[in-house]
């Protein structure tokens, strides 16, 4: 049996790896957007960098505009709030952003500097930036753990805690 633990650190990383999701021609611009986060309730506070963003919808339009992603989890530590159903989340990892100067669309994006051009033969590729390090704080429904695909966060607290010098991307 899996205790409660384990099973909730791998549900954080699951949710996190949302966030780096790839776009593909097959999906619709709407179903891409609805990738991220999905777990987020429709009205559910976010917060990038200091900055409010407002609920679900917002959050998802506001994220497709970041160039690709990739986060990894250092971190996770979890309290359960007796008589709410709810559990705080406080996590801390890594994220590193391609630094082609497109959007996850592939539209140009504003990475804060001059952008490489990345080719091999032609086509184009990835340039993966340095690692920031992030902070994350979440309340996350208990029910997460019975019905993982359910609207379970009630709030998102995403911020850059360290920026090494030579990174282009700025959020």
Known sequence: MVDQG???????????????????PQLNLD???AQFLPQL???SPVILNGNPIGGKLAFQEHWLK???????ITSLD?????GTGTFVINLSGKVRFDETGKTKLGETADIGG???????????RTIWGSWLGFNANLILDEAA???PNSEVINSLNWKIVYRPEDALVTI
């Open 31 to 33: 179903s891409y957007k």
């Open 78 to 82: 979890y309290h359960s709030i007796p």
């Open 145 to 147: 753990l019975q019905n």
């Open 41 to 43: 309730k429709l009205n």
């Open 114 to 124: 001059p952008a490489p051009v990345p080719s091999i033969g032609g086509a184009p």
């Open 66 to 72: 970041f160039p690709g992603s990739q986060h990894n």
């Open 6 to 24: 384990t099973q909730l650190e791998a549900y954080i990383k699951e949710l996190f790896q949302t966030l780096d999701k790839q776009f593909s």
